[in-house]
């Protein structure tokens, strides 16, 4: 490899370990505070660096912001996965969609509020349709659907259905409904969750 071409390298490796650095010390805030607490100039006094440097590679906070719901739809895509994978040896797929239902409600409650961020976008800058979100969150369903065996039309409808369940429950647990009414959020999630994956072989 040429000098240049070392050098050209060396900066880029720099430059995305810098990137993630700025991405850690955020979801630290995040977890903190929730969204509206994060601030370039804050990382930057955390990193050690001037907050004019750190423009370098964040244009500003809503790129840090929609860098930040990107790896969390690829992140809960991930923990999907593997909970794909770890239930492969079963057999009916209404069983593996329970399986899955259970990491997704899993992952949101160890990751409260990157949950939030992908489903409640709480800044300006940010943009659903935009390409490198919608790709994002589209890969969501790849998991779900890989453990189904039916007609691709009728299973992503299906699964936009299990989701929507799955979603309005965890989303009313996390925000503490169901600790105020003294419902045992575990119970009825399973209960929800059996009934809509047993309705799979019988869907219309």
Not at 16 to 23: A, F, G, I, W
Not at 52 to 62: E, I, K, S
Not at 123 to 130: C, I, L, R, S, V
């Amino acid at each position: 490899m040429a000098t240049g071409q070392r050098r050209s390298s060396m900066r880029e490796r720099f430059r995305e370990q810098v990137r993630e650095d700025v991405k850690a010390v955020a979801l630290e805030q995040l977890a903190e505070g929730g969204a509206q607490t994060i601030s370039l100039n804050a990382i930057a006094k955390q990193l050690g660096v001037s907050g004019p440097a750190l423009y370098r590679y964040y244009a500003n906070r809503d790129e840090l912001l929609n860098e930040l719901v990107i790896d969390a739809y690829h992140d809960l895509r991930d923990a999907l996965a593997r909970a794909a994978a770890g239930s492969a040896h079963v057999r009916r797929p209404e069983q593996r969609m329970r399986e899955l239902a259970h990491a997704y409600r899993q992952w949101a409650r160890e990751h409260p509020h990157r949950y939030e961020l992908l489903f409640r976008p709480p800044f300006p800058g940010y943009d659903a349709h935009a390409e490198p979100i919608a790709e994002a969150a589209s890969t969501l369903m790849l998991p779900v659907l890989g453990v189904l065996d039916g007609n691709e039309d009728d299973d992503v409808q299906y699964v936009v259905r299990v989701w929507s369940r799955m979603h309005g429950i965890v989303s009313l647990e996390l925000g503490g409904a169901y600790t105020a009414m003294h419902i045992d959020a575990d119970a009825l999630y399973t209960d929800e969750i059996q009934t809509i994956t047993e309705r799979y072989h019988r869907k219309p």
